[in-house]
């Protein structure tokens, strides 16, 4: 039986160990790992590479002018300022600028909580109604007539 090529695969470490090996008359195949020995800080990786190329625009959607302005003319109305409002509704006073300049992102608790502040829909087909505020029900005097004098 014929004797194969012997080949040994030997993981040279050194420049020493790697010369010594060329004074032999050995073959050497150098491989690197992918991504070894580089600065990973400062290096953009295989999925930040892909994003870039990448020909799609993604974005998120963004509050509209009209419901900005809407946010704007109720808020007049009612003689708050943008700070008084973002009291009134537990948010710093940048998300009500954001809204109103229409850079925020919805946000339907926010949008929520501004529309029962100002008494103005912002959401849905009825933007820009005032909000029906639904009347007190009568109270359990009333309803039995114990409440009335005689």
Partial sequence: MAEADDQRVVHLKTTQQLSSAQRQGLQIEANRKFDSGSNKQHKIDKDARKLDQETENLHHN?????????????????????????????????????????????????????????????????????????????????????????
């Avoid at 700070?83 to 850079?103: C, F, H, S, W």
């Fill in 62 to 150: 963004r509050v509209g002018m009209d419901v900005g302005k809407l946010i704007q003319q109720g808020r007049q109305a009612k003689g708050l300022s943008q700070k008084d409002l973002a009291t009134r509704i537990n948010e710093k006073p940048q998300v009500i600028a954001e809204y109103e300049n229409g850079q925020a992102i919805p946000n339907n608790q926010v949008l929520g909580k501004i529309e029962r502040q100002i008494g103005i829909k912002l959401r849905g087909k009825e933007k820009g109604q005032s909000l029906s505020q639904p009347t007190a029900a009568p109270g359990p005097a009333a309803a039995t007539g114990k409440g009335k004098k005689k």
